[in-house]
């Protein structure tokens, strides 16, 4: 009774699921329990089972198997049954559908990365101005009483205390300028 029904569940899942190929269970001794194809297990798929040193005719790539059946390409994951040590899933997923799906997600992370890259971009642009914009005040300050103006604002309660100690200083080179020009 088991087997017959972990089989309509497996066929119910492939039912569900575009990019599932096959679904087999194998138990703790790697025999085939239930599996979700027409008839019996292709033979590729037994030649697998039957001799693990060889994988069938295929290559393993850790826990993904790459197959060829008659009419399209698998990649096929083993996953372990939770609470039955030894007993595995074998899903098989159609391997062009497996590859669209990659380079969907590829070109989605890539969006999201540009989206990130822009966002830093602009905050960091912001910030710069707003940690610049004391410094070029005080330089056009500076530059226009070189130029002989001198009734100039000097921002002094701008940026950080560098700018201050700055603006301070021109401040009293101002002052001192003054006390020589009345003398």
Known sequence: ?????????????????????????????????????DHELPEVVNNHLSNASLFGQGERNGKLFRRRLVKQSVMEADFPVPGNPGVKFHLGMDESYTSRAI????????????????????????????????????????????????????PSNEGGKEVASLSGAFERMIADRRGIEAE
């Open 1 to 37: 009774g088991d087997v017959k029904k972990t089989r309509e569940v497996l066929i119910q899942t492939i039912r569900g699921n575009e990019c599932l190929v096959y679904i087999f269970v194998t138990d703790v001794r790697g025999r085939p329990f239930a599996h979700s194809f």
């Open 103 to 154: 380079v969907k997600i590829n070109r989605n992370l890539l969006i999201y990365d540009c989206i990130v890259v822009f966002i830093f971009t602009v905050l960091t642009v912001l910030l710069l101005r707003n940690f610049t914009a004391p410094l070029e005040r005080l330089s056009s300050a500076m530059i226009a009483y070189g130029k002989g103006e001198r009734n100039i604002p000097i």
